[in-house]
């Protein structure tokens, strides 16, 4: 029989064990600073201390949930120049604040790039889709999300700005683990020939395959094969295609396949698939899509 | 580390509180409202359980910081009903039969209602689309589509807000 005190022991243990290892209960305290501009952001991440940028918020919680320690959060939410899609001459600029469902609905996008927005109402489900943004997604870089892949299979750019407010214009694959700079917009370059991105995964996390081109009266100006999910960030690898009619990426699909997975580094090996079992699905992956992009409808 | 000055309309009633920074909103929900129809199931914003409507958008209520709800509309489960009239959707679901063990309905019923907020009548992808965020391991779904078939269908006792 239990003494009170052990009784109570007994019932915070108990109580310990139901929250576990990982809990909302667990989310360490922290400053919280609500930027209304860019500028003031940009201060806030000059502070001492560990500062984090808080987007939507959902990976961020995640993690704090597993016990990341964070000095400040900066939440982002009232930067409303952060926001939306617009074209600007040549260029789609899309606010590192959008959140997915606003790119589903963009009309710029369904005017320039339509596939973008086709292949984002399926990912996630409505209330991430609602909540979740591009900025967020890129910045989390989690190997099986979905913004790395499509955007570096589009040739998109980012510009980004430092801790003094100033903005530079970077290459997306520099991005990964910066928690120095705030992303301001993602760059898609919408000049006069056609975009396409077309897509498709595994059901579990296992891989996603990206396809970008861009063609011209029929003609390939330039494709890619990025391949998500299958390493710790996601890969590209440009086809050899450029000049050669867009109906060849269909006829040619096996061996550019082929020539994709071939030239893949290792992808990781997990309690989800091999290396070999991933490599084998980008190219089965891949093959369909450039025989779909290369088929007349 | 100081508490954060919020101004949040909850179930159509407005109040002024100061919240601990790392506070999420389900529990400040059931915690300091004792709104415990918000259920936290996964604590990942994975199964829906926590489901509330912020602004009208359904929201996973255990991934959402109290503070980022400032100046924001809140609809929990106990706000749907109008006094002793219930929701076409709680409706449904009591006539189709939509649940067994209950815990995922009152995330369930929100998100229903927010999807039928946006789509009077939604064909099977959408509905399939939207239920993906939120698990029920008790109907197997057929009866929680049925409720939306239902809900499409019946007069609605009082507008859906």
Partial sequence: MFTDGAAAHASSREANMLVGLRSRKHIPSF?????ANVEAACRALAISGRSVVMAGGLDLIDRLKGGESVDRIIHLAGVRELSGVRRDGDTILIGALTTHAQLTDSTVLADLLPDFPAIWRAIANPRVRFAGTLGGNLMSAAPHYDAWPALLALGADAVVFDCWGAPATVELSTLRGRDDVI???VRICAASSQRRLLADRSLHPIVSVYLGACIDSGTVRSARIVAGCAHAQAVMIGLPVAGAPVASLGSDAGDLARLV???LPEPINDGLASGSYRRRMIEVLARRLLIKIGSPS | VTNVPISVTLNDKTHD?????????????????ALNGCKVGCDEGVCGACTVLIDGVPAAACATFAFAVDRRSIMTIEGLARGVTLDRVQSAFLATGAFQCGFCTSGMILSIVALLARNSDPDDETIRDWLGGNICRCTGYRQIVDAIRHAVQAEAAEPVP
Wanted: hydrophobic fraction near 55%; glycine fraction near 8%; aromatic fraction near 4%.
């Fill in chain 1, 31 to 35: 400053d919280l600073v609500r930027p």
């Fill in chain 2, 17 to 33: 509180l100061a919240v601990a920074p790392n506070t999420v909103l389900a529990d400040l929900l059931r915690d300091r409202f």
């Fill in chain 1, 183 to 185: 992303l301001g917009q």
């Fill in chain 1, 261 to 263: 997975a071939g030239a």
